[in-house]
């Protein structure tokens, strides 16, 4: 019989559809284990979820998915201090993208090295934990 899923990593939570799930969790009593780059909004994130639900707890971390060996890092770091990550939440992404051949090639690359390559870094990472434990839900979003 498998545990219920109790602790939740989400990446991309400072905003958006991450910080929607983290209160959605919040609310079902899940404990999350929270990173974006902007750490400020994580922080003011942690202290309304931990005050309006007492009993979670709420981990938090500065993490830009493009630097790919934090990933892997902060993924198990997240892992040590929860004991086990239920369910990863790849869900960190950027859409600054614009038509082909208008002259955006830069924002294009950004766009595909985050929505993709740094999608399959922590897909990577978090099928490390999930073979590990031998349990757990993988779950990405992409635009």
Request: charged share 25%.
């Amino acid at each position: 019989m498998s545990q219920q899923r109790k602790t939740i990593l989400i990446t991309g939570a400072s905003s958006g559809l991450g910080q929607g799930m983290a209160r959605e969790f919040a609310a079902q009593g899940k404990d999350l284990c929270l990173c974006a780059r902007r750490l400020d909004r994580l922080e003011a994130l942690k202290t309304e979820l931990e005050e309006k639900y007492s009993g979670i707890k709420v981990s938090i971390k500065a993490l830009d998915v493009n630097a790919h060996e934090d990933v892997f890092r902060v993924f198990q770091e997240f892992k040590q201090e929860q004991g086990q990550v239920d369910r990863f939440i790849i869900n960190a992404g950027m859409g600054k993208g614009a038509a082909l051949g208008t002259g955006y090639f830069e924002a294009n690359k950004a766009t595909a090295e985050t929505n993709f390559v740094a999608a399959l870094a922590q897909c990577e990472a978090a099928m490390e934990i999930l073979r590990e434990q031998k349990q757990g839900h993988l779950v990405t979003i992409s635009s």
